[in-house]
């Protein structure tokens, strides 16, 4: 722990790095992938369990937490760490993408947006400096500007507009964010599925000489490929000695195909909601619980995993529980999905400092090719 945010890197393996980042509440070892607790919640775990996988860092959601339980009242109640009992760093988004995506009735103009609640219809703005202001009631240790994200495909002149308008809106998050010690605020690189805006973009941020850098605005239904294709574009592009997050991603193989890029941090609803819709992630690849095959096969998920619910619960226990719709099913399976996230990150982190990311990641591939055990 320091009393500043840093970032060090300490092992590179072809464009895969292996780094931490220091701060106040704790170090987070990257690549590093955070689980989403939206309303100061991962759903369906205990956050001991959470930690206790192996996670560094949570990431909690500006809009939700705005709207429930309020910013002012999260400040009164000790900051969202206090609230939630968790004691190492957060990171918050800026709420623009769920304004985006779940809000009604929006408005959006250079002043930033005014929306519609999706819980109760009350009217809200939210502005660049007033989604920094709740992110400084919450307290949450790494901030993200307030940007506009647009669904891909979209127009080209669309995307540039959105482009333009977050680079003008992460001038102001700087200034609304000024100096807080020991806490970062990120910029958002955006720019579609454009190359020229993507670079335009990131060369822009740079210029700000932010804590950290984020590419945004992928994983919002463009193939793997183009995401892939932005990121070789993107990440040259950004400043080595700083953590690049790709934000919202994803699935074990998008998240290993990325670090080859060279990114550091990711954060994806996917563990948890997969989970608890009785789909789990094992080094076997993908498994549906809710398949009858496994009504009768009394063998785990995984023997030679760690985390209880992989190892020690029968595969025909998770499948009863999943179809009966029991809290448990998805409880097990969330439980099961993040240790196997934290185990992949753990993975890719040792074979980037013994220098053999590359074989680490063929040969996960591999088993997840080959599947799931026969059927019995």
């Known amino acids: 722990m320091t009393e500043t945010f840093q970032f060090k890197l300490h092992a590179t393996d072809g464009k895969a790095r292996r780094g931490e980042v220091s701060m106040p509440r704790g170090t987070i070892r990257t690549p590093a992938f955070m689980p989403v607790g939206t309303v100061g919640t991962v759903k369906a775990m205990y956050l001991d369990q959470v930690k206790d996988l192996g996670a560094d860092i949570i990431l909690g959601n500006t809009y939700h937490l705005m709207l429930r339980p309020g910013a002012e009242r999260v400040a009164r109640l000790g900051g969202l760490h206090n609230l939630i009992r968790w004691k190492g760093p957060i990171l918050t988004d800026s709420g623009g ?40 009631l919450l307290d949450s240790d790494i901030q993200m500007q307030l940007d506009e994200c647009v669904a891909l495909p979209a127009e080209p002149k669309e995307i540039e507009r959105a482009m333009e308008m977050s680079l003008r809106w992460a001038e102001r998050c700087k200034v ?25 973009s990131a060369e822009a941020l740079k210029g700000l000489d932010l804590k ?11 193939p793997q490929e183009v995401m892939l294709r932005m990121l070789d574009i993107t990440c040259p592009a950004l400043p080595v000695e700083k953590p690049r997050y790709l934000m919202g991603v994803g699935t074990p193989d998008d998240i290993l195909r990325s670090v080859a890029h060279g990114i550091d941090m990711f954060d994806c609803v996917m563990p948890t909601r997969s989970g608890r819709h009785g789909l789990a992630f094992t080094r076997h690849g993908r498994i549906n619980l809710r398949n009858a095959r496994h009504a009768e096969d009394m063998r ?7 985390c209880p619910a992989t190892r020690d619960y029968s595969r025909a226990y998770l499948h009863h529980l999943i179809r009966s719709n029991e809290s448990l099913g998805g409880m097990l399976l969330s439980w099961n999905n993040l240790a196997y996230y ?22 996960t591939q591999e088993t997840w090719r080959r599947g799931d055990l026969a059927p019995l």
């Open 342 to 363: 934290q185990e992949l990150m753990a993975g890719i982190r040792l074979a980037i400092e013994e220098g053999r990311f590359a074989d680490f990641m063929a040969e």
């Open 300 to 306: 785990p998920l995984d023997e030679q995993s760690s």
């Open 176 to 200: 609304a964010f000024s100096d807080q010690p020991g806490k970062a605020m990120f910029g958002i690189v955006q720019g579609g599925d454009i190359p020229e805006l993507r670079v335009r």
């Open 97 to 136: 993408f769920q304004v985006m995506s779940l809000a009604g009735l929006r408005k959006l103009d250079e002043q930033g947006v005014t929306f519609k609640s999706h819980v109760d219809g009350a009217l809200f703005h939210m502005s660049p400096e007033r989604s920094i202001e709740i992110q400084g």
């Open 212 to 222: 950290g850098y984020a590419v945004g605005g992928l994983a919002v239904g463009e």
